[in-house]
């Protein structure tokens, strides 16, 4: 049985250039992105046009 293990990933200076890359040094099989704080209630209310 495997037993998986997460960890953050650096993503300033963009996700494709930095988080990726990185990612790929980890050799990560998966990756999860956040396009918003995952803790936070409150969300825009956006613009419906």
Avoid: C, D, I
């Avoid at 037993?3 to 990933?9: A, K, L, R």
């Avoid at 790929?24 to 613009?47: H, I, Y």
């Amino acid at each position: 049985m495997r037993n998986p293990v997460g960890g953050h990933v650096p993503v300033a200076g963009g996700l494709a250039k930095v988080g990726l890359s990185y990612a790929r040094e980890l050799a990560a099989e998966t990756v999860q992105v956040f396009v918003a704080n995952p803790r936070g209630w409150a969300t825009p209310a956006g613009n419906p046009a």
